[in-house]
Protein backbone atom coordinates (compact mmCIF):
# COMPACT_ATOMS: atom_id res chain seq x y z
CA UNK A 1 0.00 0.00 0.00
CA UNK A 2 1.47 3.27 -1.06
CA UNK A 3 -0.07 6.85 0.66
CA UNK A 4 -0.41 10.09 -0.94
CA UNK A 5 -0.18 12.94 0.57
CA UNK A 6 -1.63 16.77 -0.55
CA UNK A 7 0.59 19.23 0.45
CA UNK A 8 -0.53 23.05 0.84
CA UNK A 9 0.53 26.20 1.57
CA UNK A 10 1.27 29.97 0.87
CA UNK A 11 4.54 29.49 -0.14
CA UNK A 12 7.26 32.09 0.34
CA UNK A 13 10.29 32.89 -2.04
CA UNK A 14 12.80 30.34 0.51
CA UNK A 15 10.38 27.49 0.58
CA UNK A 16 10.24 28.20 -3.42
CA UNK A 17 13.81 27.65 -3.60
CA UNK A 18 13.92 24.37 -1.79
CA UNK A 19 10.75 22.51 -3.21
CA UNK A 20 12.06 23.51 -6.51
CA UNK A 21 15.49 21.63 -5.56
CA UNK A 22 12.84 18.21 -5.17
CA UNK A 23 12.61 16.95 -8.63
CA UNK A 24 8.77 16.99 -8.28
CA UNK A 25 7.76 17.23 -11.38
CA UNK A 26 6.08 20.47 -11.24
CA UNK A 27 7.25 24.03 -10.66
CA UNK A 28 6.59 25.91 -7.18
CA UNK A 29 5.92 29.38 -7.32
CA UNK A 30 5.65 31.58 -4.78
CA UNK A 31 1.48 32.19 -3.44
CA UNK A 32 -0.84 29.83 -2.51
CA UNK A 33 -0.59 25.81 -3.93
CA UNK A 34 -1.10 22.21 -3.74
CA UNK A 35 0.52 19.49 -4.63
CA UNK A 36 0.07 15.54 -3.83
CA UNK A 37 3.15 13.34 -3.63
CA UNK A 38 3.91 10.09 -2.30
CA UNK A 39 5.18 8.59 0.47
CA UNK A 40 8.89 7.87 0.23
CA UNK A 41 12.31 9.47 0.55
CA UNK A 42 11.60 12.94 -1.30
CA UNK A 43 7.83 13.23 1.00
CA UNK A 44 10.03 12.39 4.20
CA UNK A 45 12.80 15.08 2.99
CA UNK A 46 9.80 17.87 2.91
CA UNK A 47 8.29 16.47 6.19
CA UNK A 48 12.09 16.77 7.73
CA UNK A 49 12.14 20.62 6.80
CA UNK A 50 8.83 21.43 7.75
CA UNK A 51 9.24 19.70 11.49
CA UNK A 52 12.22 22.12 12.69
CA UNK A 53 11.47 24.29 15.45
CA UNK A 54 11.02 27.89 14.97
CA UNK A 55 13.50 30.13 15.93
CA UNK A 56 13.36 34.05 16.73
CA UNK A 57 14.31 34.71 13.24
CA UNK A 58 13.05 32.68 11.42
CA UNK A 59 9.66 30.44 11.09
CA UNK A 60 9.89 27.25 9.84
CA UNK A 61 6.18 26.61 8.36
CA UNK A 62 4.86 28.87 5.68
CA UNK A 63 1.72 30.88 6.06
CA UNK A 64 -1.65 27.66 6.44
CA UNK A 65 0.76 24.72 5.96
CA UNK A 66 -1.04 21.58 5.91
CA UNK A 67 0.37 17.58 5.56
CA UNK A 68 -3.23 15.79 4.78
CA UNK A 69 -3.19 12.06 3.31
CA UNK A 70 -5.34 12.10 0.64
CA UNK A 71 -5.77 8.29 -0.54
CA UNK A 72 -3.25 5.15 -1.03
CA UNK A 73 -3.26 3.01 -4.06
CA UNK A 74 -2.83 -1.35 -3.84
CA UNK A 75 -0.45 -3.52 -5.53
CA UNK A 76 -1.66 -6.13 -7.76
CA UNK A 77 -0.31 -8.65 -4.91
CA UNK A 78 -1.92 -6.80 -2.18
CA UNK A 79 -5.58 -6.99 -4.69
CA UNK A 80 -4.66 -10.90 -5.35
CA UNK A 81 -4.57 -12.18 -1.51
CA UNK A 82 -7.94 -10.43 -0.99
CA UNK A 83 -11.35 -11.88 -1.07
CA UNK A 84 -13.61 -9.29 -1.36
CA UNK A 85 -13.60 -5.73 -2.55
CA UNK A 86 -15.03 -2.06 -2.02
CA UNK A 87 -15.69 -0.15 -5.17
CA UNK A 88 -17.41 3.11 -5.78
CA UNK A 89 -19.43 1.90 -8.34
CA UNK A 90 -19.53 -0.48 -11.46
CA UNK A 91 -18.22 2.22 -13.57
CA UNK A 92 -19.78 3.32 -17.10
CA UNK A 93 -17.92 3.37 -20.09
CA UNK A 94 -18.72 7.04 -20.76
CA UNK A 95 -20.67 9.88 -18.36
CA UNK A 96 -23.83 11.34 -20.06
CA UNK A 97 -26.59 12.98 -18.69
CA UNK A 98 -28.65 11.90 -20.98
CA UNK A 99 -28.46 8.79 -18.44
CA UNK A 100 -29.31 10.26 -15.12
CA UNK A 101 -32.35 9.94 -13.45
CA UNK A 102 -35.95 11.56 -14.29
CA UNK A 103 -37.08 14.39 -14.18
CA UNK A 104 -33.69 15.99 -12.93
CA UNK A 105 -34.56 19.65 -14.20
CA UNK A 106 -33.84 20.09 -9.75
CA UNK A 107 -33.59 16.11 -8.89
CA UNK A 108 -37.26 16.25 -8.31
CA UNK A 109 -36.97 12.54 -9.00
CA UNK A 110 -35.56 12.17 -5.61
CA UNK A 111 -38.71 12.54 -3.68
CA UNK A 112 -40.30 9.95 -6.37
CA UNK A 113 -37.74 7.41 -5.92
CA UNK A 114 -36.29 7.27 -2.38
CA UNK A 115 -37.28 7.85 1.10
CA UNK A 116 -35.37 8.94 4.33
CA UNK A 117 -34.52 11.97 5.64
CA UNK A 118 -35.37 14.08 2.50
CA UNK A 119 -33.72 17.88 2.23
CA UNK A 120 -33.08 20.52 0.34
CA UNK A 121 -29.43 22.32 -0.11
CA UNK A 122 -30.30 25.68 -2.83
CA UNK A 123 -32.72 24.60 -5.34
CA UNK A 124 -32.31 21.19 -5.21
CA UNK A 125 -33.11 17.97 -3.42
CA UNK A 126 -30.65 15.14 -1.49
CA UNK A 127 -31.37 12.47 0.68
CA UNK A 128 -29.61 10.92 3.84
CA UNK A 129 -30.06 7.24 5.13
CA UNK A 130 -32.00 6.53 1.74
CA UNK A 131 -33.97 3.68 0.56
CA UNK A 132 -35.18 2.75 -2.59
CA UNK A 133 -38.95 2.33 -2.81
CA UNK A 134 -39.83 3.46 -6.55
CA UNK A 135 -38.03 2.20 -10.18
CA UNK A 136 -35.80 5.09 -11.38
CA UNK A 137 -37.62 6.53 -14.73
CA UNK A 138 -34.99 7.71 -17.89
CA UNK A 139 -34.63 8.58 -21.45
CA UNK A 140 -34.65 5.00 -23.38
CA UNK A 141 -31.23 4.33 -23.49
CA UNK A 142 -29.37 3.90 -26.92
CA UNK A 143 -27.29 0.74 -26.43
CA UNK A 144 -23.71 0.21 -28.39
CA UNK A 145 -22.96 -2.84 -29.45
CA UNK A 146 -20.18 -3.70 -27.01
CA UNK A 147 -22.26 -2.07 -23.67
CA UNK A 148 -23.55 -4.14 -21.01
CA UNK A 149 -24.18 -1.70 -18.28
CA UNK A 150 -23.85 1.71 -16.93
CA UNK A 151 -24.57 3.51 -13.47
CA UNK A 152 -26.99 6.18 -12.96
CA UNK A 153 -24.04 9.18 -12.43
CA UNK A 154 -26.25 11.39 -10.18
CA UNK A 155 -26.95 8.35 -7.99
CA UNK A 156 -23.56 6.21 -8.99
CA UNK A 157 -24.19 2.97 -6.91
CA UNK A 158 -27.11 2.18 -9.03
CA UNK A 159 -26.58 0.15 -12.05
CA UNK A 160 -28.66 -0.83 -14.92
CA UNK A 161 -27.73 -3.80 -16.88
CA UNK A 162 -28.95 -5.17 -20.68
CA UNK A 163 -31.94 -7.22 -19.81
CA UNK A 164 -30.21 -9.94 -22.31
CA UNK A 165 -26.78 -10.02 -20.00
CA UNK A 166 -28.41 -10.06 -16.98
CA UNK A 167 -30.27 -13.13 -17.84
CA UNK A 168 -27.76 -15.27 -19.22
CA UNK A 169 -25.42 -13.87 -16.60
CA UNK A 170 -26.37 -12.81 -13.35
CA UNK A 171 -30.10 -14.43 -12.89
CA UNK A 172 -28.22 -17.28 -12.52
CA UNK A 173 -26.12 -16.13 -9.82
CA UNK A 174 -29.43 -15.58 -7.59
CA UNK A 175 -28.88 -11.78 -8.25
CA UNK A 176 -32.17 -10.68 -8.53
CA UNK A 177 -33.68 -7.41 -11.02
CA UNK A 178 -35.94 -4.73 -11.13
CA UNK A 179 -37.96 -2.95 -13.74
CA UNK A 180 -36.82 0.57 -15.42
CA UNK A 181 -39.45 2.76 -16.80
CA UNK A 182 -38.98 4.72 -20.00
CA UNK A 183 -39.45 8.48 -18.86
CA UNK A 184 -41.51 9.65 -21.50
CA UNK A 185 -44.31 6.63 -21.41
CA UNK A 186 -43.93 5.51 -18.02
CA UNK A 187 -43.92 1.88 -18.87
CA UNK A 188 -41.24 -1.02 -18.02
CA UNK A 189 -38.27 -0.65 -20.99
CA UNK A 190 -37.88 -3.92 -22.84
CA UNK A 191 -34.00 -3.83 -23.07
CA UNK A 192 -33.31 -2.43 -19.61
CA UNK A 193 -33.14 -3.89 -16.18
CA UNK A 194 -31.90 -2.08 -12.52
CA UNK A 195 -29.57 -4.75 -10.73
CA UNK A 196 -30.73 -5.21 -7.08
CA UNK A 197 -28.10 -5.08 -4.54
CA UNK A 198 -29.21 -6.58 -1.24
CA UNK A 199 -27.88 -4.62 1.51
CA UNK A 200 -25.26 -6.61 3.66
CA UNK A 201 -26.13 -8.91 6.73
CA UNK A 202 -23.26 -7.79 9.06
CA UNK A 203 -22.09 -4.40 9.97
CA UNK A 204 -18.51 -3.38 8.79
CA UNK A 205 -15.52 -2.74 11.85
CA UNK A 206 -14.81 1.20 10.28
CA UNK A 207 -15.27 2.75 13.60
CA UNK A 208 -12.11 4.26 15.10
CA UNK A 209 -10.94 2.95 11.55
CA UNK A 210 -9.31 5.39 8.66
CA UNK A 211 -12.44 5.91 7.30
CA UNK A 212 -13.87 7.29 10.95
CA UNK A 213 -13.38 10.97 9.76
CA UNK A 214 -16.48 13.11 10.24
CA UNK A 215 -18.70 14.36 13.11
CA UNK A 216 -21.94 13.83 13.17
CA UNK A 217 -22.05 18.04 12.81
CA UNK A 218 -20.02 17.92 9.32
CA UNK A 219 -22.57 15.04 8.31
CA UNK A 220 -26.08 17.03 9.27
CA UNK A 221 -26.45 14.54 12.19
CA UNK A 222 -26.11 10.89 10.23
CA UNK A 223 -23.31 9.11 10.92
CA UNK A 224 -21.33 8.67 7.69
CA UNK A 225 -17.28 7.82 6.80
CA UNK A 226 -14.86 8.89 5.04
CA UNK A 227 -15.44 8.24 0.32
CA UNK A 228 -12.07 8.23 -0.53
CA UNK A 229 -9.80 5.33 -0.49
CA UNK A 230 -7.57 5.77 3.35
CA UNK A 231 -6.58 2.02 3.81
CA UNK A 232 -7.37 -1.30 3.24
CA UNK A 233 -11.19 -1.63 3.38
CA UNK A 234 -12.32 -2.83 6.60
CA UNK A 235 -13.74 -6.55 6.85
CA UNK A 236 -17.17 -6.89 8.44
CA UNK A 237 -17.45 -8.00 12.16
CA UNK A 238 -19.10 -11.24 11.06
CA UNK A 239 -18.77 -13.35 7.72
CA UNK A 240 -21.50 -14.50 5.33
CA UNK A 241 -21.90 -15.28 1.93
CA UNK A 242 -22.30 -13.00 -0.85
CA UNK A 243 -21.48 -12.34 -4.63
CA UNK A 244 -22.29 -8.26 -4.46
CA UNK A 245 -24.12 -6.44 -1.64
CA UNK A 246 -24.39 -2.78 -0.09
CA UNK A 247 -22.53 -1.53 3.23
CA UNK A 248 -25.51 -0.94 5.84
CA UNK A 249 -22.83 1.85 6.65
CA UNK A 250 -23.09 5.13 4.73
CA UNK A 251 -20.22 7.34 2.93
CA UNK A 252 -19.76 11.08 2.84
CA UNK A 253 -23.15 11.95 0.80
CA UNK A 254 -25.10 9.69 1.93
CA UNK A 255 -24.08 6.94 -0.83
CA UNK A 256 -22.96 3.45 0.44
CA UNK A 257 -20.51 1.03 -0.66
CA UNK A 258 -20.73 -2.23 -3.05
CA UNK A 259 -19.15 -5.11 -1.76
CA UNK A 260 -18.25 -7.78 -4.16
CA UNK A 261 -16.67 -11.44 -3.96
CA UNK A 262 -13.40 -12.18 -5.74
CA UNK A 263 -15.75 -14.39 -7.69
CA UNK A 264 -18.15 -11.22 -9.23
CA UNK A 265 -14.62 -9.76 -9.23
CA UNK A 266 -13.35 -11.72 -12.08
CA UNK A 267 -17.08 -11.89 -13.66
CA UNK A 268 -17.00 -8.19 -13.72
CA UNK A 269 -13.33 -8.24 -15.34
CA UNK A 270 -13.87 -11.34 -17.66
CA UNK A 271 -16.76 -9.27 -19.72
CA UNK A 272 -14.46 -6.13 -19.04
CA UNK A 273 -16.80 -3.82 -16.93
CA UNK A 274 -13.96 -2.89 -14.61
CA UNK A 275 -9.98 -2.73 -14.14
CA UNK A 276 -7.70 -5.09 -11.74
CA UNK A 277 -6.36 -1.18 -9.99
CA UNK A 278 -7.01 0.90 -7.16
CA UNK A 279 -8.93 3.08 -9.43
CA UNK A 280 -11.84 0.12 -9.47
CA UNK A 281 -11.21 -1.41 -6.35
CA UNK A 282 -10.36 -1.15 -2.29
CA UNK A 283 -9.45 -4.64 -1.04
CA UNK A 284 -11.06 -5.91 2.47
CA UNK A 285 -8.32 -6.12 5.28
CA UNK A 286 -7.21 -10.14 5.23
CA UNK A 287 -5.74 -12.19 7.97
Same mark, same amino acid.
Given at each position: %? ?13 ? &? ?5 L????V ?7 F ?17 N ?5 KTK ?7 L ?12 ? %???? %? ?11 R?P ?7 Y??? &?F?G?L ?43 K ?5 ? &???P????? %?E?L ?14 ? &??V ?18 E????K ?36 I ?27
Amino acid at each position: %MIKHYSIFAKWRKKD &VAFLNTLNLNRVIEEGYFGFSIEEGITYNKILNHYSKNDTAFNKTKPPEFSINLGLVTFSKEELDRS %MYYA %MFSIPPKEVSSSRFPQPNKKREYVKQ &VFEGFLYKYGEFYGVNCKKQIAPFKIKKPKWKKEEICFNLGLEYEYTLFKRDFYQE &VLAPLGIDC %MEVLDYKTGEPLEDTVQLV &VPVAKSKLLLENSAYDIYSLGETNGFKQYGLQTLDFFPPFEKEFNFQICYSQEYFYGGFRKIIISKEFCNLLLKHKIIEYDTNHLIPLKYE
